[in-house]
RNA sequence: AGCGGUAUCGUCUAGGGGUUAGGAUAGCAGAUUCUCAUUCUGUUGACACGGGUUCGAAUCCCGUUACCGCCGCCA
C-alpha cells in the first residue's frame, strides 16, 4: 500500500476551532496508527478574512494539544509550499491542462445573468443547474466578449454519472452528477474556488486519506471528477459528524467559547480538551475514557467512528478537566494557575505557600478559573464575610471564637500537623464541654477565617495565612 | 423544493437477529470528611414511529417523522 497521508487544513480567518481541533485529532489519531505522516496546510487564500495573528494561534493551539504536525509552514517539508497564498501561480497552470483536455472551458456569464438562471429555477421549484451557455462558445464569440472586458471564469464540465464512493466512516455514497451542474474551478479573478484548490494541493501534497466534516460531502463528488479528470489517484474518504451546540445548531460564538485559546482561557487543560472531544463519536475498546492521545492513537480505528452528529454538552468537560486537575503535576499546575489570580498580588506569598494552596484548593474544581473565587481568602487582612455571615450570627460564635483567640496564641503555625491537632483538640472539647458537633464548631471556625462556608483544609490554611492575618481574622469576626 | 447523512438513557456512547440493552457524565439518595466541595456506594433513566422479512427485530429491508449538512466566481 502507498503511503499513508493525511491533512488538516485550517483557514485563518479565526482561532483555532475546537471542530477542527477535533478533525485534526482524528487525522492526527489515523496517522499515528498506520504510521502515516500528518500534514499542516494553512489556507489562506481568503487574504481579507485572514491574519497572521490567526495563524499563530492555530499553530499554538494545535501544539498545545499535542498534535504536532510533520509537514508544515513552518517546519518544511518536501511538498511544499504549506501556505496556500503561496501556491497562486500553481492552479491556472492545471485549470489550463483541463481546458486543453476538454474537462473544462471558459464561461463568461456574468453574475447578473447567472443569477436571472437561479430565480428561474427556483421559480419553477427545481435544483438549480448551470446551463452551460458558455459551453460551446466559439473562438470568434470568446473573443468578442473578452473585447467588450469581460473575464472568464472557468468551469469543469460535468459527465453525467452516477458517481459512488465508500467512505471510510459513512459507508457507500451515492450521487447523480446531473444534479451537479458544471461548476466554476477558476474565477474571472484569475484566484482558484475552494474545491479546485483542495484538489490540486491535495494531489501535490500526495495526500491519501481526507478525514473532515460531513459538511463537506456535498463536496467530495466535485473534487472526486476534479482528481479523474487530472488522472490522478483519487484518496480515500471520511466524513465525520458535526459538533453541534446543545441547541442542535452549529456551535457558534453565541454558544460561548469555541476555539480551544477560548476554553483554555475559561480554565479548561488542552489535555482535558482533546480528551473530550477525542469521545465525541470514538469510544475506547476498554472503557476506560481517561487516556492520552497517544494512548487513544494505539485504540484507533476510523472505521469505529461514529458517524453521526454529537452534542457538545459541558457536564463531562466540566468533570474530565477536574479530573486532570486533580492529577496533574503541582509545580506545572501551579504554573498555569498564575493567569487565573491575576487579581491578587502573588509576590507576597512564597512559591512553597503558592503551591501548597494550589495543592489544597484544586481538589473540588472543575475549572481553573474557579481559583479567583475559592483562592480570595488567601490574599490581604481582611475577608469577604458574605458568605459566612450566617454561620457567624449563630450563638455560639463569639463563645468558639473568643475560646479560639485564646489558644491559637499558643498554636505553631510553622507545622501544619501542629494546628491539624490542636484543632482536633479544639473541637473535641466543644463536643466535649458544649455538646456541639466537630463540624459546627469547624463552621464557626472556618468562616472567620475564610469567610466562608467551604473551602480547602483548615490547618494548612491557617499555616499558608500565619499566626497574624488569623488572630485579625477572628477579631473582625467577632465584630460582625 | 431537491440531494445527501443520521436516529440506543437529558448528554457522550457500547452492543447488534434470542442480552436482566452495558459504561461514562449529569440527576436523585445515602456514606465518609473540619467543608453545602471532593471522594465512595446505591439508584432513576433509552433502542423515534409504522409496516415488512423471521419461530423471534432494538438489530435486516421499506416507508414516515425529526434533526443535521449541502445546494456560491465562501472556505
Known amino acids: ?67 504536532q504536525w510533520d509537514e508544515g509552514p513552518d517546519v518544511g517539508g518536501e511538498f511544499g509550499p504549506y501556505y496556500q497564498s503561496e501556491r497562486f501561480d500553481i492552479y491556472p497552470k492545471y485549470a489550463q491542462i483541463l481546458v486543453d483536455k476538454g474537462y473544462a472551458y471558459e464561461c463568461f456569464c456574468t453574475p447578473e445573468e447567472l443569477e436571472a438562471e437561479k430565480e428561474e429555477a427556483m421559480k419553477n421549484h427545481k435544483a438549480y443547474v448551470y446551463s ?20 472568464p471564469s472557468i468551469r469543469f464540465k460535468v ?55 460531513e459538511d463537506h460531502i456535498s463536496n467530495t463528488p466535485k473534487q472526486i471528477l476534479i482528481y479523474e479528470a487530472l488522472g490522478a489517484e483519487v484518496p480515500k474518504f471520511g466524513h465525520l ?17 469555541t476555539a480551544v485559546s477560548d476554553f483554555v482561557k475559561q480554565g479548561y487543560l488542552t489535555d ?30 476510523i472505521h469505529d467512528v461514529s458517524s453521526s452528529n454529537s452534542i457538545f454538552e459541558y ?8 479530573q486532570y486537575i486533580k492529577k496533574m503535576d503541582i509545580s506545572k499546575l501551579t504554573e498555569m494557575t498564575v493567569p487565573f489570580l491575576a487579581k491578587y498580588d502573588l509576590n507576597n506569598m512564597s512559591r512553597e505557600n503558592l503551591e501548597k494552596m494550589i495543592e489544597i484548593t484544586r481538589e473540588p474544581i472543575t475549572t481553573l478559573n474557579q481559583l479567583e473565587y475559592d483562592c480570595a ?23 468558639v471564637l473568643n475560646r479560639l483567640l485564646e489558644l491559637m496564641n499558643g498554636w505553631d503555625f510553622n507545622s501544619d500537623e501542629h494546628i491539624h491537632d490542636k484543632l482536633a483538640d479544639f473541637r473535641a472539647e466543644f463536643k466535649e464541654k458544649h455538646n456541639m458537633k466537630p463540624k459546627e464548631t469547624m463552621w464557626i471556625v472556618r468562616a472567620a477565617i475564610t469567610g466562608r462556608t467551604r473551602g480547602a ?16 481574622r477572628v477579631k473582625q469576626a467577632l465584630e460582625v
Open 1 to 67: 500500500m502507498e503511503d499513508i497521508r493525511v491533512r488538516i487544513a485550517p483557514s485563518p480567518s479565526g482561532n483555532l476551532h475546537i471542530g477542527t481541533a477535533r478533525t485534526a485529532l482524528f487525522n492526527y489519531l489515523y496517522a499515528k496508527k498506520t504510521g502515516g505522516k500528518f500534514v499542516l496546510r494553512i489556507e489562506d487564500t481568503d487574504l481579507e478574512r485572514s491574519n497572521a495573528e490567526y495563524t499563530q494561534n492555530i499553530f499554538d493551539s494545535l501544539k498545545a494539544l499535542g498534535l
Open 132 to 151: 452551460r451557455k458558455c459551453m460551446n462558445l466559439s473562438e470568434e464569440e470568446k473573443a468578442a466578449l473578452r473585447a467588450k472586458g469581460i473575464k
Open 159 to 213: 459527465e453525467h454519472k452516477e458517481l459512488i464512493f465508500n467512505d471510510l466512516v459513512k459507508g457507500e455514497l451515492k450521487f447523480d452528477t446531473n444534479l451537479i451542474g458544471d461548476f466554476v474551478i477558476m474565477k474571472s479573478n484569475g484566484t482558484p474556488t475552494y474545491n479546485f484548490a483542495v484538489v490540486i494541493d491535495d494531489m501535490m501534497m500526495k495526500i491519501s486519506h481526507i478525514i473532515r466534516g
Open 241 to 257: 459528524g458535526m459538533i453541534l451546540a446543545p441547541d442542535r445548531s452549529k456551535l457558534s460564538k453565541r454558544h460561548g467559547a
Open 272 to 301: 482535558a480538551l482533546i480528551n473530550f472531544v477525542a469521545l465525541l463519536g470514538w469510544s475506547p475498546s476498554d472503557g476506560v475514557e481517561i487516556k492520552t492521545v497517544e494512548e487513544i492513537a494505539k485504540d484507533f480505528r
Open 315 to 322: 457536564d463531562k468537560l466540566n468533570w474530565m478537566n477536574g
Open 377 to 399: 481568602y488567601f490574599f490581604g487582612q481582611d475577608v469577604d464575610y458574605t458568605e459566612g455571615l450566617e454561620t457567624l450570627k449563630k450563638e455560639e460564635a463569639s463563645l
Open 457 to 472: 483544609d483548615m490547618a494548612k490554611t491557617m499555616t499558608i495565612l500565619g499566626k497574624d492575618v488569623c488572630t485579625h
